[in-house]
Nanobody, 121 residues
Framework: QVQLVESGGGLVQAGGSLRLSCAAS????????MAWFRQAPGKERELVAT???????IYANAVQGRFTISRDNAKNAVYLQMNSLKPEDTAVYYC???????????????WGKGTLVTVSS
């Protein structure tokens, strides 16, 4: 089992920044690829960014150039630095872990409970 706990969400004005953190416990963190997904009201959960065990990254087109995913295996943590936030970034952000590096939500092995990010215009 892997337990994931997100933090860092909140209310921010458009153009502002937030840094989300996800603390992992349980099995060996470095064995897992990690990802951030988000789900806005009335919409499906979508991939924001993912990082492999070796540090390779993939971003959704909507956040490319504004968001940065990173991981610290020594701290069992993954982060999402979000800059130039837009109202359309408003969503619940979820941390996820998978043994296989994948962009699919269905293929993630573990999920956190999420943290709400609200971007006001």
């Amino acid at each position: 089992q892997v337990q994931l706990v997100e933090s860092g969400g909140g209310l921010v004005q458009a153009g502002g920044s937030l840094r989300l953190s996800c603390a992992a416990s349980g099995r060996t963190f470095s064995d897992y690829s990690m990802a951030w997904f988000r789900q806005a009201p009335g919409k499906e959960r979508e991939l924001v960014a993912t990082i492999s065990r070796s540090g390779a990254t993939i971003y959704a087109n909507a956040v490319q150039g504004r968001f940065t995913i990173s991981r610290d295996n020594a701290k069992n943590a993954v982060y999402l630095q979000m800059n130039s936030l837009k109202p359309e970034d408003t969503a619940v952000y979820y941390c996820a872990a998978a043994l296989a590096w994948t962009q699919s939500a269905d293929a993630q092995n573990y999920w956190g409970k999420g943290t709400l990010v609200t971007v006001s215009s």
